[in-house]
């Protein structure tokens, strides 16, 4: 039976993709894209040449996944590979993958790069919870009472921003939380990769380039020694 490779590709650095990956896209005949234009240019740095693409995007997700499923059924394997690291996260491909398990497909995860995962080991976070939120509501109001709901949680927090609202997503949280500490990330893996920590106002200081993609991680109100403390063993009954 024809198989769904769900394929996590690099968030930056083209170095980061896995072997497996490069295995999987040789091998399929046919690649689902987020843009076909991106994902090409990742298989020419690869010299992987000679596959089908097509295209399967937030617009267009529920009918590209209808010819997906066609093509599994006509025995073709595919690929998907959303723009830069793992679909389904704030990428497409939730869609994709529930429609080709509904439809009696495997669909195979290929994990990889991912920029919330990136963030958080950079981060210096302790403890097992953290909120994914990714982009919040271009809406001001909306955004807000999202924020003010993330942060009544007094738990960590990872949001996505663009490079026209962070300042503006930053300076509420200075607002909101003056004191709460926050690791920023801009154009993580990449050239020119920047990670800040501080206050949101620290942050907004040391923050001269404002260009690239941004992900944030807000950490807990209070953080102890005691939070890197490992937990003792449960012992069975």
């Known amino acids: 039976m024809a198989v769904l490779y769900v394929v996590a590709t690099p968030i930056g650095n083209m170095d980061d993709i896995t072997l497996r990956a490069l295995e999987v896209l040789k091998k399929v005949p046919?690649?689902?894209?987020?843009?076909?234009?991106?994902?090409?240019?990742?298989?020419?740095?690869?010299?992987?040449?000679?596959?089908?693409?097509?295209?399967?995007?937030?617009?267009?997700?529920?009918?590209?996944?209808?010819?997906?499923?066609?093509?599994?059924?006509?025995?073709?394997?595919?690929?998907?590979?959303?723009?830069?690291?793992?679909?389904?996260?704030s990428d497409p491909g939730s869609r994709l993958v529930s429609a080709v398990r509904s439809a009696g497909f495997k669909a195979v995860p290929l994990p990889g790069a991912s920029a919330v995962t990136t963030l958080i080991s950079a981060s210096g976070l302790a403890g097992k919870t953290f909120t994914f939120e990714g982009f919040l509501s271009p809406k001001s109001g909306r955004r807000r009472r999202r924020l003010e709901e993330l942060l009544d949680r007094n738990?960590?927090?990872?949001?996505?921003?663009s490079p026209f609202r962070i300042l503006k997503t930053l300076g509420e949280l200075a607002e909101l939380s003056p004191l709460r500490k926050m690791v920023l990330g801009r154009e993580l893996t990449k050239v020119f990769e920047e990670i800040l920590y501080g206050t949101a106002s620290e942050i907004i200081e040391h923050l001269k380039i404002v260009k690239g993609e941004f992900a944030l991680c807000v950490l807990p109100p209070e953080r102890t020694d005691e939070a890197f403390e490992e937990e003792p063993e449960e012992q069975e009954d």
């Open 30 to 89: 046919i690649i689902a894209c987020e843009d076909t234009r991106h994902t090409g240019m990742l298989l020419s740095h690869f010299n992987i040449t000679d596959k089908r693409l097509i295209a399967c995007h937030a617009r267009n997700e529920e009918v590209s996944s209808a010819g997906i499923v066609k093509l599994l059924s006509e025995g073709s394997d595919v690929a998907f590979c959303s723009d830069a690291g793992t679909p389904g996260v």
């Open 155 to 161: 738990e960590s927090f990872v949001i996505y921003e």
